[in-house]
C-alpha cells in the first residue's frame, strides 16, 4: 500500500519562532520520490523540494530544511525563523514507480506577526 | 521554466450541466494526468493518459468524467452533469516519463464550482 501520514492537522507558532512539519510514508517500492507542496490561499501547489529514495542526504534551503531518514520512513520539514508569508498548507507527497502522487492530508500552518 | 497552464481559473457551473477544464501540458511531455482537491481535503489521483489512451484510473473516475487530447497541445477533462460534490480544485500534471519523477509538473488549477 502506499500512503502518506501528516499527523498535524494545524499548526500555529509566532514569527521567528522555528517550526517542523512531520511526514511518514509508506511504500513497499525501493525507488520512490518525495516531495513537499505548499498551498497558498490561492489554491495552486508550489513546488518546494524533490528527493529520491538513494539519497538520503538532508537539504537546506535557506530558512528551509529537510530530513529524510528512511529507517523511520519520514521526511520531515522545517522552516527557520518562520514568517507570516510561510502561512500556508503543505503537503507531502510520494512517487513511487508508477503513474501517480499520493499525497497526506495536510498540515496548515499559521504564523502570527 | 515551462509551465502546464490550465484554464479557467475558476469555474461556477449549475448543477446537472457539463464542463469541461483545459489544460496544456509541457510541450515535450509525453504523459499527462488530473488529479481533484475537494476543499479541505488532500489532493487525489483521476486519471493518466498517454498515448492518446488512458493508462490508470482511480476509482473516482468513473463513467461521469472524461478525457481527451483534441489537438496537439490541449488536454481536457469533462465531467457530465456535474454534481454539487464535484466541487473542487482540478489539477493537471504532465511528465516525460512515466517511470521517476523528472520534470512531472502541476499546472496551478481549475476551482471548479458547482450550484
Known amino acids: 500500500a502506499q500512503k502518506v501520514t501528516q499527523a498535524q492537522t494545524e499548526i500555529s507558532v509566532v514569527e521567528k519562532e522555528d517550526v517542523t512539519l512531520d511526514c511518514v510514508y509508506e511504500?513497499?517500492?525501493?525507488?520512490?520520490?518525495l516531495f513537499w507542496y505548499k498551498q497558498p490561499p490561492s489554491g495552486e501547489l508550489v513546488f518546494l523540494i524533490r528527493?529520491?529514495?538513494?539519497?538520503?542526504q538532508n537539504e537546506i534551503s535557506g530558512r528551509y530544511s529537510w530530513n529524510f531518514q528512511k529507517s523511520t520512513s519520514s521526511f520531515n520539514f522545517t522552516i527557520t525563523a518562520s514568517q507570516v508569508v510561510d502561512s500556508a498548507v503543505y503537503f507531502c507527497a510520494l512517487k513511487p514507480t508508477g503513474n501517480q502522487f499520493y499525497f497526506g492530508t495536510g498540515t496548515s500552518l499559521t504564523v502570527i506577526p | 521554466e515551462p509551465e502546464v497552464t490550465q484554464t479557467p481559473s475558476h469555474q461556477v457551473t449549475q448543477m446537472g450541466q457539463e464542463v469541461i477544464l483545459r489544460c496544456v501540458p509541457i510541450?515535450?511531455?509525453?504523459?499527462f494526468y488530473w488529479y481533484r482537491q475537494i476543499l479541505g481535503q488532500k489532493v487525489e489521483f483521476l486519471v493518466s493518459?498517454?498515448?492518446?489512451?488512458?493508462?490508470?484510473k482511480s476509482e473516482i473516475f468513473d463513467d461521469q468524467f472524461s478525457v481527451e487530447r483534441p489537438d496537439g497541445s490541449n488536454f481536457t477533462l469533462k465531467i457530465r452533469s456535474t454534481k454539487l460534490e464535484d466541487s473542487a480544485m482540478y489539477f493537471c500534471?504532465?511528465?516525460?516519463?512515466?517511470?521517476?519523477?523528472?520534470?512531472?509538473?502541476f499546472g496551478s488549477g481549475t476551482r471548479l464550482t458547482v450550484v
Open positions: 493518459f498517454y498515448n492518446n489512451e488512458i493508462s490508470e
Open positions: 510541450s515535450n511531455h509525453l504523459y
Open positions: 511504500t513497499r517500492d525501493t525507488t520512490y520520490y
Open positions: 500534471a504532465s511528465s516525460v516519463v512515466r517511470q521517476g519523477a523528472s520534470g512531472y509538473t
Open positions: 528527493r529520491n529514495s538513494f539519497d538520503e
